[in-house]
């Protein structure tokens, strides 16, 4: 049972980059899955989530520029990250949940993490 974040690495500002996170062992579907970022110095924040309904929730700082989406078929979470700032530079992490209260609380309420993809946005 195990979380891959992907799809990571160095963009222009302004640019795009779509993160994947795959699950192995288990099915997405019934599941919350939020993403995650942590910047050198700094603490993790948590920058969308989507419940197993397709409700979804993003940080302020993200609004309007990241979408997050699913695709079941491929066992897969997506994130959508466009009009990429230099402050979006951080190792991002996808995690899930079963809990019904997946995507509220603090770190969502989640409790099987994957590991990290590296995003720097810079010029």
């Known amino acids: 049972v195990q979380l891959q974040a992907s799809g990571g690495g160095l963009v222009q500002p302004g640019g795009s980059l779509r993160l994947s996170c795959a699950a192995s062992?288990?099915?997405?579907?019934?599941?919350?899955v939020g993403w995650f970022r942590q910047a050198p110095g700094k603490e993790r924040e948590g920058v969308s989530c989507?419940?197993?309904?397709?409700?979804?929730t993003y940080a302020d700082s993200v609004k309007g520029r990241f979408a997050i989406s699913r695709d079941n078929a491929k066992n897969t979470v997506y994130l959508q990250m466009n009009s990429l700032k230099p402050e979006d530079t951080a190792t991002y992490y996808c995690?899930?949940?079963?809990?019904?209260?997946?995507?509220?609380?603090?770190?969502?309420?989640?409790?099987?993490w994957g590991k990290g993809t590296l995003v720097t946005v810079s010029s």
């Open positions: 995690a899930a949940t079963s809990k019904s209260y997946g995507c509220y609380g603090y770190d969502y309420s989640m409790d099987l």
């Open positions: 062992g288990f099915t997405l579907d019934h599941y919350a």
């Open positions: 989507i419940r197993s309904s397709d409700g979804s």
